[in-house]
């Protein structure tokens, strides 16, 4: 009998260890963001353009794109493709491993009362502030009015 009572006493450590462990490397880790395949393309309006880009989170917790600045445009809001028409929301997802996408059709940028009207070849600077991460600068490059992120043209 007394020699069981060790035995239990370490599956039972060996078990709480597994699980420490276990939610350290989950969510434990801040969100680690980063931004790729961005692009504006050439608007044909001289006041109002879309912005696409790709918020990569490398991190295992979730954080939220709350608010875009930049200096070329007076306002800059986030919106949704729902159905066949935009909604404008109040700030979007990063989830933990995972990104939040910008593309044609869906989520965009919205850029208005643009300070004058973006040329491909140009780059617009905005910045990303997020709920719970530092802000993260991005040089977004003016593309064709046509250009298409898969091909590159
Ligand atoms: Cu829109």
Redo the contacts with the bound molecule.
């Keep these: 009998m007394r020699h069981r009572l060790p035995a239990a006493a370490l599956a039972m450590t060996a078990a709480l260890l597994l699980t420490g462990c276990g939610s350290d490397s989950g969510s434990g880790s801040a969100a680690e963001l980063s931004v790729k395949g961005a692009y504006i393309p050439q608007p044909v309006s001289d006041t109002m353009a879309?912005g696409f880009l790709t918020v990569v989170n490398g991190g295992g917790t979730k954080d939220r794109l709350t608010s875009v600045t930049s200096a070329a445009a007076r306002s800059v809001t986030l919106?949704e493709t729902v159905g066949s028409s935009?909604e404008e929301v109040a700030s979007l997802t990063v989830p933990a491993h995972g990104q939040l996408v910008f593309k044609s059709g869906g989520n965009?940028l919205?850029f208005e009362m643009l300070k004058r009207k973006p040329v491909q070849g140009e780059t617009v600077t905005v910045e990303l502030h997020f709920a719970a991460s530092d802000p993260v600068e991005v040089e977004i490059p003016v593309e064709s009015a046509t250009y298409n992120p898969k091909t590159g043209h």
Excluded: E, G, N
């Design positions: 879309a919106h935009m965009h919205m």
